[in-house]
């Protein structure tokens, strides 16, 4: 039972224009999500995360929306850089109860053209 | 700020071995969890630790366990080893559990 999908496994954008990364989650107890970045053979790098009491957090480039009523939320990179090439992954806790654990989806690859 | 740390960063080793897996969080970190990285699986959840105690496991057989030391660093182990369990293991850091978790570059171990 995949609780956190990521339906997309790639996605290629030119240098300078917007990446959206999309993210759906089942489990309606999920209060606090997370995105990451992942180099191969590195650990996640933690990016963004948003309260299920917002519906968005921006920081720099990067821009996290959530819609609790479609189970949804997405990560916009705008403008895209050749460096931000990587797989990204989204994240779900449910706070208070999660005791160290995330969900993870499996990930979208990003690819960001010169 | 040092980040985490694990040691070592790669391993090889035998079916029927055991394997133990080290990690430092970030200081003032009380939180360490460990998760397991395959491509078929993607990033699956193993335990957590807080204050020396576990706190959650995920479902993974018994072979898989881990304590925690009183200055926050952790380790893993993995009994009996079996091919399946070449992956990618990542411990993670945070201050209580319920938000932000930072990794560590992850321990690739391969069973032969």
């Known amino acids: 039972d995949q609780q956190v999908k990521q339906n997309s496994p790639s996605l290629s954008v030119q240098e300078g224009r917007i990446s959206i990364l999309n993210c759906d989650y089942t489990n309606s107890m999920f209060d606090y999500f997370l995105w990451y970045k992942k180099y191969p053979a590195e650990g996640p790098t933690f990016l963004i995360s948003i309260s299920s009491i917002k519906d968005k957090n921006e920081d720099g480039r990067f821009t996290v929306f959530l819609n609790k009523s479609a189970k949804h939320l997405s990560l916009h990179i705008v403008p895209s850089q050749p460096g931000d090439s990587a797989v990204y992954f989204c994240a779900a806790s449910v706070g208070g109860t999660s005791y160290g654990k995330l969900t993870f989806g499996q990930g979208t690859i990003l690819t960001v053209h010169p | 700020k040092a980040g985490v740390t694990q040691t070592p960063r790669y391993l090889i080793k035998t079916r029927g071995q055991q394997v133990t897996l080290s990690c430092s969080p970030i200081s003032g970190h009380r939180s360490v969890s460990w998760y397991q990285q395959t491509p078929g699986q993607g990033l699956q959840f193993l335990f957590e630790?807080?204050?020396?105690?576990?706190?959650n496991k995920g479902n993974f057989p018994g072979r898989f366990s881990g304590r925690q030391f009183s200055n926050s660093r952790s380790e893993m182990n993995v009994s009996t080893l079996e091919l399946g369990d070449s992956a990618l293991y990542l411990c993670?850091?945070?201050?209580?559990?319920?938000?932000?978790?930072?990794f560590g570059q992850g321990t690739r171990l391969t069973v032969v």
């Open positions: 993670a850091s945070s201050l209580r559990g319920d938000r932000e978790a930072f």
């Open positions: 630790y807080f204050s020396e105690t576990q706190r």
